[in-house]
């Protein structure tokens, strides 16, 4: 068995990710253009092959970061990743040479994201004997869809059930529309702004519509003539994935987040999908304690690290005290011009 680099293209890689059962969204291969030139990151998309069968994949990218240094990431941006193989022997073989690479670009570390669709050993050490570190920040939250609208609604609790309601006596009407990113574009940029975080740039939207096509949609949620909130939808196999999303502060009090989360499952159970992923929060976090309040339970979403130069793993977390002073800041900027600044610092965190 030998692990080689993939320059270019190759269809057996999403064919294998696609059969794989905890492949996910972001191991397939058009996030390596996308990231790519979005992001200016190096990728390395590692494959494990035997007698011409892939037995397992690795995508990977370098971050050269001003503030956090060098690391070799799989992926940046996803929220899941990591390695996918048919047996131990590819995991080990994957692993290896992706620290071969981190060590050779000297990297601080390898960081392997979680992945909730993995059954994973999380040892002090690897299946290679590499040591490694377990960072327990990160959870995800995950539910079935039922093809029954009434039995989606009853599965949230009161509240939020109410909240949902709200949302349709004050008149609030769902869109999905791709040609009207650029509004999505303006509610996301200004809900990141409020919450402390440096925006993405337009363009990386633009790559995402235009690199996945139907598997990526943008439900826009109007009040009258205003789009009040908006959110950027995955599908993957059986699964809704909302991941990009936001609201006007100013309009909170129509209840716009509940009913443009009830608006993509209900658009989910409509079209035969099994699963809606809210994705990755932060333990302590608003978007953690908004999930829990829509009856999803937390599932464990551990990173694993590789220490290559440094024996310390490294805190991008907004949590982290010592960002706090930044978030205070960057939350009182006017908006326009956080979107001209946020692009060129968000790169510099994976």
């Known amino acids: 068995m030998q692990a080689l680099i993939c320059e270019n293209y190759d269809t057996r890689w999403d064919e294998f990710v696609l ?74 073989l994957l692993t290896q040479k992706a620290t071969a690479i981190a060590t050779e670009r000297q990297a601080k570390y390898l960081e392997l994201r979680g992945n909730p669709y993995l059954q994973q050993d999380l040892a002090t050490t690897g299946s290679s004997g590499m040591a490694v570190k377990q960072k327990d920040l990160y959870v995800t939250f995950m539910s079935a869809i039922d093809p029954s609208d009434e039995v989606n609604l009853n599965r949230i609790p009161r509240k939020q059930r109410r909240m949902v309601r709200q949302g349709e006596k004050n008149g609030l009407k769902a869109v999905i529309d791709n040609q009207r990113l650029r509004e999505f574009y303006q509610v996301y940029a200004s809900s990141v702004r409020n919450l402390g975080t440096p925006v993405y740039g337009y363009p990386y939207f633009e790559k995402l519509v235009e690199g996945f096509g139907a598997a990526c949609k943008v439900f826009l949620i109007e009040y009258g003539e205003k789009v009040v909130a908006a959110v950027m939808v995955f599908f993957y196999k059986d ?100 979107m001209a600044l946020g692009p060129r610092i968000v790169r510099h965190i994976p």
């Open 19 to 92: 059969a794989h059962s905890a492949g996910t969204f972001f191991h397939q291969w058009k996030w390596r253009e996308i990231i790519s030139t979005a992001f200016g990151y190096e990728p390395y998309y590692l494959l494990a092959e035997e007698k011409g069968e892939v037995q397992g994949v690795l995508p990977l990218f370098l971050v050269r970061s001003l503030l956090f240094g060098r690391s070799l990431v799989a992926i940046p941006l996803a929220v899941y990743g990591g390695v996918l193989a048919r047996n131990t022997e590819a995991e080990t």
């Open 239 to 338: 699964q809704v994935m909302p991941y990009y999303g936001g609201a006007l502060k100013e309009c909170f009090n129509l209840a716009p987040n509940d009913f443009m989360y009830w608006e993509v499952l209900r658009y989910g159970a409509a079209h035969g999908y099994k699963i809606f992923d809210f994705g990755r929060s932060k333990e302590g976090t608003g978007a953690f304690n908004f999930k829990r309040h829509w009856g999803f339970e937390p599932r464990p979403l551990p990173y694993i690290y590789y220490p290559i130069k440094s024996r310390r793993i490294p805190d991008t977390s907004p949590l982290n005290p010592k960002l706090q002073w930044a978030i205070r800041i960057w939350r009182s900027l006017p908006l326009k011009l956080t």
